[in-house]
């Protein structure tokens, strides 16, 4: 949608009344079909990464609940970073992006799509991979054109939609990097669900590790694991039982658009 078509909207609705002027939504209809879950890979390292396999075990668990997972890699994507649109005087941050020639419209369609999310993660120096940052970089031309796409399809993108972080570490920073992950994501409507937040030290994906702490009755880190599998659970039955609900996190009656 144009700038002026959202200009008039808000025009109308100060004029009106905010209960006379409303987005108007395709018709609602029962829920039904699979839970589409999207998990972004971010790890330089691709399949062979920790990261990566964490995202397939939690991945595999929401398949069976039922859901239908789609994951992008992006070491093998193009994206290239974000130019700031949305601070520049002399234009808008648009969607799709201005940039048309990579891989990021794609990625972003694929968001728009999905009901939920897992991302994953190497930590690097306390924080996601550079990939990660650019993605959410590049998320900001869907939070800041939320309206103009809820206008076209129907229903709010990103707005509402759970997710889960996922962090392999070598060292410490785990927490750091999914608390700034969790709170920008947040920012745009996203949110991590409890114990969605979910780091495994990199030692314990070597197989003698595993066998020397059953050996030994170490069971600490077992947590790992069961919250995954939790997870994979909850991020289903939740995304189901709020699009069943027909829940709306931003309702136009009280929320002003572009405020």
Sequence with gaps: MNAWKVFLFNLLRRLIGTE?????????????GPIKILGISGSPRGAKSSSHKMLETLLAHARSFGAETKVIMLCEK?????????????????????????????????MIDADAFVFATPVHWSSPSAAIKILIDKMTAIEENRYEITFKNGKEPLFGNPCVLLASQEGDGANMALGWMAGQLRAMGVWALPWGQVFKPNLLNRK????????????KFEWVDNTMRADGRNLVLISRMLKESGYQWDDFKYLEPNC
């Design 208 to 219: 003698l590790v595993r066998i020397g702490l059953r050996v030994i009755n170490q069971r």
């Design 20 to 32: 006379t002027v409303e987005v108007r939504l395709k018709p609602r209809e029962k829920f039904q």
């Design 78 to 110: 193009k994206m290239k970073p974000c130019e700031g649109c949305v601070s520049d005087s002399d234009r808008e941050c648009e969607f799709p992006c201005i940039h048309c020639d990579d891989d990021t419209n794609e990625i972003l369609q694929a």
